[in-house]
């Protein structure tokens, strides 16, 4: 049996490119998730190695999918290799069960670590840099300007939230949050 899994790193990411390569691989059964892989608990994740037996394949499109870091991918590849499963990943082909294959594969998922890594520190520097930019907010810019909301708690006098949502664009939870704002300045 083939059993695929596919995994992004956030709700925001789009898993359907993974599942359409994992179905064209002819898996028989996909898990697939929305979680951090730097996770431990990937629940997803569990059910297919918990669901694997000797003589079964594992499939991941990338080797980044499959574990948090290059020991827990050394560990979950033995621990499969030692049950009699078979791992491909398909962007390097199927793992074997040889001292060429782990060397292969620790050398690729170190390389995947260290691109994380760098991901990482990229993203702690450029933080770092844009806090000593004047006027730096941490977040999300706001939608929608104080004005445009103004207007929007004005309208409210007359129509009903969902009449307001629809003619704004603003959604009904965004105007609810504002107008308590508003009470509680008052």
Do not use: W
Not at 95 to 106: D, R
Not at 109 to 124: K, N, P, Y
Not at 137 to 151: A, C, I, Q
């Amino acid at each position: 049996m083939k059993i695929g899994y596919a995994r992004v790193s956030t709700v925001n990411q789009d898993l359907e490119a993974q599942l359409q390569q994992l179905r064209n691989e002819n898996c028989d059964k996909i898990y697939a998730e929305k979680i951090s892989g730097v996770k431990t608990e990937r629940a997803e994740f569990k059910k297919a190695i918990n669901e694997l037996k000797e003589g079964d394949t594992l499939v991941v499109t990338k080797i980044d999918r499959f574990a948090r870091n290059t020991r827990n991918a050394l560990e979950i590849i033995q621990e499969l290799f030692d049950r009699g499963v078979r791992v491909h990943i398909l962007n390097m082909g199927i793992i074997e069960n040889t001292p060429t294959g782990k060397l292969i594969f620790s050398v690729f998922s170190a390389f995947a670590q260290f691109e994380r890594d760098m991901i990482v520190e990229r993203t702690t520097e450029g933080k770092e840099l844009a806090k000593q930019q004047e006027g730096y907010k941490e977040g999300r810019p706001k939608k929608y300007t104080k004005k445009y909301l103004d207007n929007a708690m004005d309208m409210l006098q007359r129509y009903s939230y969902n009449q307001v949502s629809e003619m704004t664009g603003i959604s009904k939870s965004t105007l609810i949050r504002a107008k308590r704002k508003i009470k509680m300045q008052n």
